[in-house]
């Protein structure tokens, strides 16, 4: 079956950078959506970016301009560069996939089909 699996969260200061891996194993799709959500304490879950398989991708108005979504296609890893962080950034970071989407839908649809277990992202002041 497809696994997600996230990495790279950590405890860093206000106006660093840090870079969270995600690997995608079993699929062999050519057209999908990949994403990134957080949840923060007390907070509701919201999508941070997204990217398609021909590379389209959005932001939310949040981490426009900070924040970059990228993939590898060899390798079967999608990446979410972040820069610039604020303490507003701390949440726990889970990876989506959705095989069923041609292209990836709003921001504010979250019903994909797979989810890695989320990693940690803290920023301190």
């Known amino acids: 079956q497809i696994q997600v699996v996230e990495s790279g969260g950590d405890s860093v200061q206000a106006g660093g950078s840090l870079r969270l891996t995600c690997e995608i194993s079993?699929?062999?799709?050519?057209?999908?959506?990949l994403a990134w959500f957080r949840q923060a304490r007390g907070k509701a879950r919201e999508a941070v970016a997204h990217i398609d398989g021909d590379g389209t991708t959005k932001y939310t108005s949040s981490v426009r301009g900070r924040f970059t979504i990228s993939q590898d296609f060899a390798k079967r890893t999608v990446y979410l560069q972040m820069t610039d962080l604020k303490s507003d950034d701390s949440a726990t970071y889970y990876c989506a996939a959705d095989f069923r989407m041609k292209v990836c839908p709003s921001l504010s649809e979250d019903n994909f089909e797979h989810w890695g277990q989320g990693t940690q992202v803290t920023v301190s002041s």
């Open positions: 079993g699929y062999r799709y050519w057209t999908y959506c």
